[in-house]
């Protein structure tokens, strides 16, 4: 059985910063390119960052670009995001997800196993 379990999330100010690390099981880990997603009520779920099976390839929504930082841990089986630089526009639901087959396609079909999410929040 294949799990994600998304942590890290919480209330953060203006200009703050999180870390959100996603530990995946019940799957080959090192085969898996990993996302993030977001979405916020009433929005449709949005790309945020993916890394490669590999590490050596990684992407970036423009909203996340400069300021978000994806990295893996094969020892640890985890995926971690950094934000930084918050903004309230940046509050939603956090998910992580794998893609078992291939990289570099950011629709949310192209996912294959997803987590139950965690709340970011930034207040003004």
């Known amino acids: 059985q294949v799990q994600l379990v998304e942590s890290g999330g919480g209330l953060v100010q203006t200009g703050g910063s999180l870390r959100l690390s996603c530990v995946v099981s019940g799957l080959t880990f090192k085969t898996a390119s990993v996302g993030w997603f977001r979405q916020d009520s009433g929005q449709e779920r949005e790309f945020v960052a993916a890394i490669s099976w590999s590490g050596r390839t990684t992407d970036y929504s423009d909203s996340a670009k400069g300021r978000f930082t994806i990295s893996r841990d094969d020892a640890k089986n985890t995926v971690s995001v950094q934000m930084n630089s918050l903004k309230p526009e940046d509050t939603a639901v956090y998910y992580c997800?794998?893609?078992?087959?291939?990289?570099?396609?950011?629709?949310?079909?192209?996912?294959?196993?997803w987590g139950q999410g965690t709340q970011v929040t930034v207040s003004s």
């Open positions: 997800a794998a893609d078992s087959r291939h990289f570099g396609d950011r629709s949310a079909s192209s996912f294959d196993y």
